[in-house]
């Protein structure tokens, strides 16, 4: 037996046994992935999510998942558009200004009452917007054609069988499918559901996205600046204010420092509310990208280098037991704007189950040269205008610098300029990603 043991060492931690990415796209001779390829790479890898019931104003902007189809007629049944006078046509074909017709006023029915007896011909019965026609009248004579009367009524122009009464079901039928499983309810589906008298509905839920904003530099906003060699955090409120834009439910934990421990912990304790996580920072070639460093013990990750300018790099996982997805964005803000719009947006909007997944791409007139870079999908910050004739126009809002977030405030568009292009000519078409409605 020897004198002296080997003193005992502990052992290293066991990294956990993720199950692997599903298998990603090749790269692209140079290495790079193209954007095409890693965004609908991250749109596979996730799954919208389980349809649940919602009330109704809960689920504006939300995507159906069932059909409907309307148990009533709207209108329910024949009533009058108008204020005025319940009436048979007949008895006032021949009423002028010069020579109007008088007719006794019978009765008056309410919007929600009955009328209280039938029409009889020779009469009119006073009636408000919304009230059920009474039986035997055909028309309606409003307040302006008459001298409004209680007793007797005299009425100045002539109307016509049918005059301002909504017949039944003229607008939607019983039986009539309204919407269809995928269909994307906006405040005026709202108003048809209730009208039809849905409370609830069967949606796909708002994805909840955690945002996350890493780096030792960073101070929360509203609080003052320890070193003029710090910045404010503009990023996590940049990605929340997007992804809430974009449907989401949103939770902003802000900034985290550096340290590997604390950013392991926050990633940790946010992953049981969240259906997708955001970061931002900490994945490119630096050396305190934590990021990049800690994420691959929490789950199946990679990191990668896409063709685009800005964002070049990017990274992917889904991290924990659940395999949440989770998208790490570059640090500068326009990269991780920009980063947003072609990455992040799709991959809500599928957990949303809305279609399509990205903008839906127009054209614009370039105003000056624009220059690119080869081998890059540049995407500028653009302004849109319109000529005389409203065509689309477009410029730069100032450089390419992916730290220009005051350019980026200006900007309602991203400017795409192809791979093989170094230079757009004024007067070119160039092909744009609206950032704002009404362009």
């Known amino acids: 037996m020897p004198l002296f043991g080997r003193k005992k060492t502990e052992d290293a931690p066991v990294r956990p046994a993720w199950d692997p990415l599903p298998l990603p796209p090749p790269a692209r001779p140079d290495g790079l992935r193209s954007l095409e390829d890693h965004r609908d790479y991250l749109l596979s890898c996730v799954q919208e999510l389980p349809p649940f019931g919602q009330q109704l104003l809960d689920a504006v902007d939300l995507a159906l998942c069932e059909e409907i189809v309307s148990p009533i007629s709207l209108p329910g049944f024949d009533n009058t558009a108008m204020d005025g006078y319940a009436v048979r046509a007949q008895d006032v074909a021949a009423a002028t200004p010069e020579a109007p017709i008088r007719l006794p006023v019978v009765g008056e029915v309410a919007a929600g009452q009955a009328a209280p007896h039938k029409l009889s011909p020779g009469t009119a019965m006073k009636i408000m917007t919304g009230a059920p026609i009474p039986v035997g009248a055909d028309a309606i004579v409003a307040y302006e054609s008459t001298d409004r009367g209680a007793a007797d009524v005299e009425i100045y122009v002539p109307s016509e069988v049918g005059q301002h009464i909504r017949r039944t079901g003229e607008d939607v039928a019983a039986g009539q499918r309204v919407f269809r499983d995928g269909d994307q309810l906006d405040p005026r589906s709202i108003g048809?559901?209730?009208?039809?008298?849905?409370?609830?509905?069967?949606?796909?839920?708002?994805?909840?996205?955690?945002?996350?904003?890493?780096?030792?530099?960073?101070?929360?906003?509203?609080?003052?600046?320890?070193?003029?060699?710090?910045?404010?955090?503009?990023?996590?409120?940049?990605?929340?204010?997007?992804?809430?834009?974009?449907?989401?439910?949103?939770?902003?934990?802000?900034?985290?420092?550096?340290?590997?421990?604390?950013?392991?912990?926050?990633?940790?304790?946010?992953?049981?509310?969240?259906?997708?996580?955001?970061?931002?920072?900490?994945?490119?070639?630096?050396?305190?990208?934590?990021?990049?460093?800690?994420?691959?013990?929490?789950?199946?990750?990679?990191?990668?280098?896409?063709?685009?300018?800005?964002?070049?790099?990017?990274?992917?996982?889904?991290?924990?037991?659940?395999?949440i997805p989770m998208i790490?964005?570059?640090?500068?803000?326009?990269?991780?704007?920009?980063?947003?719009?072609?990455?992040?947006?799709?991959?809500?909007?599928?957990?949303?189950?809305?279609?399509?997944?990205?903008?839906?791409?127009?054209?614009?007139?370039?105003?000056?040269?624009?220059?690119?870079?080869?081998?890059?999908?540049?995407?500028?910050?653009?302004?849109?205008?319109?000529?005389?004739?409203?065509?689309?126009?477009?410029?730069?809002?100032?450089?390419?610098?992916?730290?220009?977030?005051?350019?980026?405030?200006?900007?309602?568009?991203?400017?795409?300029?192809?791979?093989?292009?170094?230079?757009?000519a004024a007067g070119e078409q160039v092909e744009v990603w609206l950032l704002s409605e009404g362009l």
């Open 192 to 323: 048809l559901l209730a009208a039809i008298g849905r409370d609830k509905v069967l949606v796909r839920p708002r994805p909840r996205v955690v945002v996350v904003a890493t780096g030792s530099e960073l101070v929360e906003p509203g609080r003052e600046l320890p070193s003029e060699f710090q910045i404010y955090d503009s990023n996590s409120y940049l990605l929340a204010a997007a992804a809430r834009a974009a449907g989401a439910q949103v939770y902003r934990v802000g900034m985290v420092s550096d340290d590997p421990d604390r950013v392991r912990e926050l990633i940790n304790d946010q992953l049981i509310r969240a259906d997708l996580i955001l970061t931002t920072g900490g994945v490119s070639q630096g050396d305190y990208d934590v990021v990049k460093a800690v994420m691959p013990e929490l789950g199946a990750t990679e990191f990668v280098q896409v063709a685009m300018q800005p964002g070049k790099p990017q990274g992917f996982g889904l991290i924990g037991g659940e395999r």
């Open 328 to 424: 790490m964005l570059p640090g500068n803000p326009v990269s991780a704007f920009v980063s947003f719009e072609a990455f992040a947006r799709p991959v809500i909007r599928k957990l949303m189950g809305v279609t399509p997944h990205t903008r839906a791409p127009v054209r614009a007139r370039a105003t000056h040269a624009m220059g690119s870079t080869m081998s890059r999908r540049q995407l500028a910050r653009g302004i849109v205008t319109h000529d005389d004739d409203g065509n689309r126009l477009v410029s730069l809002a100032g450089g390419h610098g992916s730290h220009l977030i005051g350019n980026l405030a200006r900007a309602n568009a991203l400017v795409v300029l192809p791979e093989e292009t170094d230079l757009v």
